[in-house]
């Protein structure tokens, strides 16, 4: 069995308004699939199909090659779906929290083995309000897998914190690819899809508009290096140089460095504008999303 996930032709509109445009794609066994896409581009509508959350307007959804329905009691068993923090019960304490949920299934892991998975062991016993924010992603994991699932889907999974607390959620999500489970994840962070997805899947308008490995998506912009800088008038080097502007710096893709700054440091004497902070790197997701979409993934 290759795919444990595959969607065929899925719709779901809202009147006139497309949020589920006729997409269709596949999800591996043991693979981390990236799904990504802007603030309202059908992504979270999408996954929330295949949980069956929402209903569709019309389409395929067929889990392991053969069952056809989200609501159907074997695949509520094999799926397990990260909650919110705004779903759980303040004053209930981390291990009353993971008790109660696996109170749902037929068969649960138990609480204290998830506690340890998740490094919870020293609130185990303090209640969900008086967690940090990275500790109440590590229960909404574990609430997640409560159940031992096949598939994994966590939506926004390091959403607001910090750098290090991100980190100690990526090596969960590997430490569960490398126990074979199948994760699909949703982000805002390009280098966090970069650095966990196997595969990615871009939405945009109800439409998926790009889908390969990391690497295949990169190579779709046919260019070698970035040049970024910082200038006194930004919008003049975007518009001469057909760059973008992000994060208040100049983004200028080109297959030939030294001719490409050459031009611009002659522009930026000629027009007299001051140049600074000038990088040369290597194409990324995030300009790959930025070249298709004409936006950010956070706008």
Do not use: C
Not at 47 to 63: A, N, P, Q, V, W
Not at 117 to 139: I, P, Y
Not at 153 to 173: A, C, H, K, M, Y
């Amino acid at each position: 069995m290759d795919n444990v996930i595959e969607i065929r032709h899925l719709k779901k509109y809202y009147g006139k308004v497309k949020a589920v445009d006729d997409i269709s794609f596949a999800v591996r066994k043991g693979e981390i699939f990236a799904f990504l896409g802007p603030n309202g581009a059908g992504k979270t509508t999408t996954l929330e199909i295949i949980e069956g959350l929402r209903k569709k307007d019309s389409g395929e959804i067929i889990f392991f090659e053969k069952y056809t329905s989200p609501q159907d009691f074997y695949i509520k068993e094999q799926i397990g779906v990260q909650l919110q923090n705004n779903a759980f019960f303040d004053n209930l304490t981390v291990y009353e929290t993971l008790k109660m949920f696996g109170g749902l299934y037929k068969k649960s892991i138990e609480p204290i083995e998830l506690i340890n998975k998740m490094s919870l062991n020293e609130k185990k016993n303090a209640k969900v309000k008086e967690l940090s924010g990275g500790q109440k992603q590590r229960l909404a994991i574990a609430v997640a897998l409560v159940n031992d699932p096949e598939i994994v889907f966590l939506d926004e999974p390091t959403t607001g914190l910090d750098p290090q607390s991100r980190r100690n959620i990526w090596d969960i999500v590997l430490e569960l690819k490398h126990q074979g489970k199948t994760i699909v994840l949703t982000t805002h962070y390009m280098e966090e899809a970069e650095y966990l997805a196997d595969s990615v899947q871009i939405i945009d308008h109800g439409k998926i508009i790009a889908k390969g490995t990391v690497d295949e998506l990169i190579k779709l912009l046919n260019k070698e290096s970035v040049i970024v800088f910082k200038s006194g008038n930004n919008k003049i080097f975007e518009e001469k140089f057909n760059g973008v502007i992000f994060d208040e710096k100049v983004e200028i893709k080109t297959d030939n460095v030294e001719d490409t700054l050459f031009n611009i440091m002659s522009f930026s004497k000629d027009k007299d504008i001051y140049l600074d902070d000038i990088v040369i790197r290597k194409p990324n997701l995030e300009d790959v999303f930025l070249n298709l979409t004409g936006r950010t993934l956070r706008e």
